[in-house]
């Protein structure tokens, strides 16, 4: 029995400019710095585990951005690989036009690019990668339906950067989509996939287990392969995963039934952390800041990119200087930002006195809440909050 065992990254995206995503230019200089390091941390994890190969499903780098110090980068990266061979089947951040690096760098041997849209096979010996690339950043044909295994005894894998239609995950570009049907009858074993920034199993039915994390031994006999996305090994955004990865695949080779075994391996450390914070107690400013760093320091947030919103009733007392507070915190965090939805506590009995539509609002409000049943309350009391933010021309944020 032999086995062969890979590692499946996808979407690292070095070089991307967070400009316009509300970072400062240092702290854009940081994540970049940061990307690379996690990068670094894959090659580490590959000649650690001694994986026989390494598989990209695209999405590298960012082709409007990428410098020539990050391709000798990555050059350096792959050298340290020796002879393991590296496969990249570019994807549409990083199509293989005629321009891209994958053309116009010399690569070291071990790597092997997919440069065509036609299916092409690199023979690794004991398994056999089946691939092709994005040549533009707009592919919308199923280049899944291309993909076929070949017949032999070696193990076979497929790589590509595509969209599963079953998800639409914060209503990403359907770039080269498929349908998991379209997985049927290809014959291979393991499919790495690359675009979708989560790592789950595509082939898995819908319900609980599809977004299955840890090990997971799969039985490539059935009628589908074994397919997964490996998710992004870094996170660059409040609307990407906390937890980061990439995929240690081991394939047993047990004759006509290999069996596969996909590992998530945990990656990058800096998270884009979210979360609410009620100030409804918080009567002055300094509260308020000691809360907000408890939080960070309750999650061991400190080198993250956090995002906390305010939620909760503004007490009077409370002078919301966003500035001065984010200015407070700036070491208890890489990145945090605010999101004010705190509401004023209204005086409800002085505005009932008053001679205006407000007053008589606020008064027929407060009779209808004095003759409702206990369900109709939370109804009426939001009506009256909303009432009284409209009449204060307060944005009006919905939950
Ligand atoms: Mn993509």
Redo the contacts with the bound molecule.
Sequence with gaps: MSTFRLLHTS?VHLDTSFSGSGFSTSQGQALRAHIRRTFLGIIELALKEDVQALLIA??LYEADRVTPDTVKFLDSQFRRLGERPVVIAP???DPCTPTSPYRQHDWPANVRIFHSDEPACFDLGLAQVHGLAHLHADERRNLMQRLRAASGPALQLALL?ASDTRFDFAAKQR?APFHPDDLAGRGFHYIAL??YHRCYRVDAPLGGGTALLGVAAVDAAQSMSAAWYCGCPQARGFDEPEDCSCLLVTLHDEGSAPRVEVRQQPTGGKRFLSGELDCTSHDHSAALIAAIRAWIMERQAGDDAVRLRLTGEQSPTLRLELHGILEQCRDAAFALKLVNTLRPAYDLEALAEEDSLRGAFVRTLRERLAGAEDEERPLIERALQFGLDAFADRELVIP
């Design positions: 979407d695209g999405d994807g549409n951040h950067h770039y690359g675009h």
